[in-house]
């Protein structure tokens, strides 16, 4: 059985689509699970095995809890878990690309390097087995730490996962961005030809990466095009030009199956 571990915060508009990619992509049995906060449950009840609306803040917690869930109904350890951004979904064959992977990986997971070099497995997609996440314990909470591209130490979503992957000397396999045209460099991307994450679904569409180039410029020079607002303009056009560019790649989304292509995905043929 495979578990599927989503969380919607405060936008259904997502949820259709990405119950529609992972039908056609997913072809054995599955459970959905999910968070629905901020959304009325009673449209969907048919289309989840379990559905939470508690009022918990962290989605790491939230994820960390779906899974928990899962764990408790599998039918053996060797079933799957994947988890997923309500904004991320497959493209192409998730069992013939995860079987063979995970007889040499215990973990499968999308791996940011766009975003600052960003180490560690991201829950937008991931997969494992219920034996593996209980074997170690799984925990997406932040935590632990790393330095990133511009040698700041942070952590994130996935950081405590990463120090018990460190911490074990265990091998995952890294899912890395595949495109070839970008409309951003970490929005709207391809992973392994396998999985789409749009990025912006549920959050204002500015992050760490937009505001690194400004982030470059000189201490005297940030300051004083601080005090013009110049890094407000900049901030509001940046954040405007990636609502838009959400919004269209959106509704390619709902219409056309096939409107990765634009983002140089050649072929729904996995090796």
Known sequence: MIHVLTVHWKNAEWIEPQ???????????????????????????????????????????????????????????????????????????????????????????????????????????????????????????????????????????????LGKLRERNIEWLPMLRSNTHDLHPVFFGIYDKLVYHHGAGSRKPVIRVDKAGFRKQPWLLRKLLTALRVYKFWKSRALKENAELSERILQQIKTDPEFHLQFGQASREQP
């Open 19 to 161: 119950l529609g990619y992972l039908a056609r992509h997913i072809d054995r049995p599955y459970k959905m699970y999910a968070f629905l906060n901020g959304i009325d449950p009673a449209p969907y009840k048919d289309k989840f095995f379990y559905v939470c609306t508690e009022d918990i803040k962290s989605h790491a917690v939230k994820l960390n809890l779906l899974a928990d869930m899962a764990c408790l109904a599998a039918e053996s350890p060797d079933d799957w878990l994947i988890f997923l951004d309500s904004d991320a979904f497959p493209i192409a064959d998730v069992v013939a690309y995860a079987e063979r992977r995970l007889e040499k990986y215990p973990l499968l997971a999308v791996r940011r390097d766009e975003n600052l070099g960003d180490p560690q497995p991201h829950p937008c997609f991931c997969i494992t087995t219920v034996g593996f996440w209980k074997e170690i314990g799984g925990d997406w909470k932040r935590g632990y730490e790393w330095k990133n591209a511009t040698g700041n130490l942070v952590t994130d979503v996935g950081g405590n996962l």
